[in-house]
């Protein structure tokens, strides 16, 4: 996702050219695309997260718009203060990117985990959070982004798999669902990011006939729109890469609770158990994962 997302973006800046891309100290063999041919638009804040964020909120606040590219941990938790006043309070348009959703680097430890990013970035008033799931998914999350300026988390997967046909095909829209398999009309999966597999993996067991849907923008305004989306379902199960307190699961029980309905939901996330343990992300996930 990181090649597919540098690759789009450059693309992007071709036709805006207002575009500004920041990081720090890290993306090497994955940036060069944007640095090479906009190099006046590229900066490298250095290992100074906080500093970067604000940098990137005095650019937005010029009518141009920052993307700050970093490992997960590095763009929310060690700079929330800056992302919170800054960025959030002032609504300028800074989408904050993070590679490495979930345990993308789960042999790095729990300090390079993304398990608790949904529960700060959601907490942000302005701040729109897209988690796509496949490349289709990304491209359009990210023509969106572009297209209605405002603060944004971008979360994406560390794995370059190719996944997805003709983007054409894929609208993303803030609180919308994109149904990926055509089941039940009562019961239904809702992902949001890079859990795709494990949900069609429980469609094959024990939520067979499930219909599956994918939600990959979402956030504190868009609670109404997603629940006019599934007030028809009798049965929801919701999956994702993090932690339940504070996660998709829990924005979907919210979304629910403030409108009269019917619905069960069951969520299925990430076990907190996983803290003390390293390894490969098809480990951590067969391990602490949803199932």
Known sequence: ?????????????????????????????????????????????????????????????????????????????????????DIDYHN?????????????????????????????????????IFSPGNNNELINSLDYIIKNPQPSYLRLDKDEIPQGGDEKKTLVRPGKLLQIIKGSKTNAIIITGKTQEIAKNMIKGKYKNYSLYSLPAWGMKTKKIFFDSVKKFTNIVTVEDHFLDGGFGSWVNEALINYKNNILVKNKYISAKCIYDVGSKDYLLKKYGPK
Request: hydrophobic residues 40%; glycine residues 8%.
């Open 1 to 85: 996702m990181r090649k597919i997302f540098i690759k789009e973006l450059t693309r992007l800046n071709k036709k805006k050219k207002n575009i500004y891309l920041v990081v720090n100290d890290l993306g090497y063999n994955v940036v060069e695309p944007f640095s090479n041919n906009y190099p006046k638009r590229f900066l490298n804040a250095g290992v100074s997260e906080q500093n970067m964020m604000g940098m990137s909120a005095g650019i937005a606040s010029e009518q141009s718009h920052t993307f700050v590219y970093s490992i997960a941990n590095f763009s929310t938790f060690r700079c929330a203060e800056q992302i919170r006043n």
């Open 92 to 128: 300028l348009p800074v989408t904050i990117v993070s590679v490495g959703s979930g345990l993308g680097y789960g042999n790095l430890g729990y300090s390079h985990h993304a398990l608790q990013d949904y529960a700060l970035m959601r907490s942000f008033p302005n701040m729109l």
